[in-house]
């Protein structure tokens, strides 16, 4: 029998492991766990998180970051993971975004088990089409004396929120309408007056368990007055909708930003309201900048879809959202989706600030490169990717009689070369005289002389012996071939070699480039310089 502290697994006979685990204030939860080398629990209710975005602006960092943790905390424990989409402010909704946040689950390999475009048996999942749900759920609490209607203007808690600002104290509203009598509140309704409905916050709150920050309490009431849970466009707010979509979609657990920490008592005390069993919640850390600052969604580097456009891979940016998360054993490892499944354990997210290291995404990007290209279907797509960014990029700078070389192989075998040496597959698009055969004139060698032609003649002649076609191999021939030309400058001769296959003064070096074209592209490029040096002979 194995007890599980914080959703890992530790054995009951080792009691100072337990002991050394204990500061980190780990909630004892009532669950089994196998001791498998995957770290997949099985709980006695299936386990059921949601990711819950608003639609408010596109995916950011922050909300990939909490999309990830609760799809590999269900993958995890062999759960489900859904997709809400909470637009019940109605004022700041962005058409683009929820297509945008869908998109990028996808992209990512984030896959909702329910949502809005896949149904379920707990929907809708869009909070705007369950309005009737709400209205049902707030006379619950009506009825029940948990909730009242207020009626005050919003003339009247401006006038307080400047009174409290006046007098140094925290706004608050100071539950008036709590004391409407039944034939007041009569009467104002059939006023035609507008309200909202607010609850009725009890005094005595309770402590509740974090999975990451363990025992917790914030005394709310002493901070806010009764909040809102029904706003006058009978839209409900977050904290409302929040509990009770939880509750209907059967929610076992709420992984979520720390912002949401202090709000948790209050979610808490309308799960007492309604007489509901509350879910269990973890908290994550905040994701800072490298210098400390909040992310905010003002900064436009941080949006999930300016990495997706700038060439990272989405394996990549989910692993490096890791290295500042943690939840792993190994916490700077190369891990794809699937390995960060097995290896969670939710007892090892810290408490402390993640901070993102932007520097480190290059070297992540490029290691899981490396690996892909170990991997045959893992291969293939990254060849299909950068033989789409070519075309996509390169093809509209085609002029007539030029053609793009996107060969399957020799895109493979550029990825295989370079892999070491770019941080992203769209580094190599910088290597345009790959792609493209350079459209050479005689204007390119207004410059040359005999001693060009006869460069290019000796240095043929020698590639076509060639049977080794690789850099080192490639380097001593060539260096042979200047012993064999009385006079030549040594600038002269990479020169003359650099323009026939690239068309360019300057670029890579002569061995790395001949290697990269291979033996055939390069014999025929500089077989089309010799013949225009020729040429402008006659």
């Given at each position: 029998m194995i007890t599980v502290y914080a959703g890992c697994s530790i054995y009951s006979s080792a009691p100072r492991l337990l002991l050394n685990r204990l500061h980190k204030r780990c909630y004892k939860s009532t669950l089994r766990c196998y001791a498998t080398s995957t770290n997949l629990c099985t709980h006695q209710t299936p386990v059921r998180v949601r990711f819950a975005p608003s639609p408010t602006g596109m995916m950011h960092l922050g909300g990939l970051r909490t999309a990830l943790y609760n799809y590999i905390y269900a993958k995890s424990c062999g759960g489900k993971f859904i997709l809400r989409i909470e637009d019940t402010d109605q004022a700041r909704l962005m058409e683009e975004a929820e297509e945008n946040i869908k998109q990028i689950l996808t992209w990512t390999g984030l896959l909702p088990d329910e949502g809005p475009s896949i149904g379920g048996s707990y929907g809708p999942y869009t909070q705007s089409q369950r309005l009737e749900i709400y209205d049902e759920k707030i006379n619950i609490l009506l009825k029940n004396g948990s909730a009242y209607r207020c009626f005050c203007t919003p003339q009247r808690l401006n006038l307080l929120r400047k009174e409290a600002l006046k007098n140094r104290q925290v706004p608050r509203y100071d539950n008036r309408c709590n004391a409407l009598t039944a034939d007041q509140i009569k009467q104002k309704m059939e006023a035609g007056e507008t309200y909202v409905v607010r609850f009725k916050l009890p005094e005595d709150v309770e402590s509740f368990q974090d999975l990451v920050?363990?025992?917790?309490?914030?005394?709310?009431?002493?901070?806010?007055?009764?909040?809102?849970?029904?706003?006058?466009?009978?839209?409900?707010?977050?904290?409302?909708?929040?509990?009770?979509?939880?509750?209907?979609?059967?929610?076992?657990?709420?992984?979520?930003?720390?912002?949401?920490?202090?709000?948790?008592?209050?979610?808490?005390?309308?799960?007492?309201?309604?007489?509901?069993?509350?879910?269990?919640?973890?908290?994550?850390?905040?994701?800072?900048?490298?210098?400390?600052?909040?992310?905010?969604?003002?900064?436009?580097?941080?949006?999930?879809?300016?990495?997706?456009?700038?060439g990272y891979l989405p394996e990549a940016l989910l692993n490096f959202i890791t290295f500042c998360g943690s939840g792993y054993e190994d916490n700077k490892s190369i891990k794809n989706l699937n390995e960060l499944v097995q290896q969670f354990c939710i007892d090892k997210v810290s408490t402390h600030s993640a901070t993102l290291d932007m520097e480190q995404l290059d070297r992540i990007n490029r290691s899981h490169i490396c690996r892909n290209l170990t991997d045959d279907k893992q291969k293939h797509k990254l060849t299909t990717e950068l033989a789409f960014a070519i075309q996509n990029k390169l093809g509209k700078r085609l002029s007539t009689h030029q053609h793009l070389n996107v060969n399957h192989d020799f895109v493979l075998k550029v990825l295989q070369l370079r892999k070491n040496h770019i941080n992203k597959l769209e580094d190599l698009l910088e290597y345009e005289y790959l792609w493209i055969e350079p459209k050479l004139s005689q204007d390119h060698f207004n410059n040359s002389s005999e001693i060009t032609e006869e460069i290019l003649s000796l240095v043929i002649k020698e590639l076509e012996r060639c049977e080794v076609f690789e850099q080192d191999e490639i380097y001593q021939l060539l260096t042979s071939v200047t012993s064999q030309i009385r006079n030549v400058k040594s600038a002269v001769f990479w020169k003359t070699l650099r323009l026939a296959l690239s068309g360019k003064k300057e670029g890579p070096s002569v061995k790395e480039m001949l290697a990269l074209l291979g033996k055939e592209e390069s014999i025929k490029r500089l077989e089309t310089a010799l013949n225009l040096l020729k040429a402008k002979d006659k």
């Open positions: 920050y363990g025992k917790t309490k914030h005394e709310i009431h002493t901070v806010e007055g009764d909040p809102v849970l029904i706003k006058s466009d009978r839209y409900p707010t977050y904290h409302f909708a929040n509990v009770v979509d939880d509750h209907m979609m059967k929610i076992t657990h709420v992984l979520r930003g720390m912002e949401w920490l202090t709000s948790t008592p209050k979610h808490l005390l309308l799960y007492k309201a309604f007489n509901w069993t509350p879910p269990t919640f973890a908290h994550l850390p905040l994701v800072m900048n490298k210098d400390g600052s909040k992310l905010s969604k003002r900064q436009g580097d941080i949006f999930v879809e300016k990495f997706k456009d700038s």
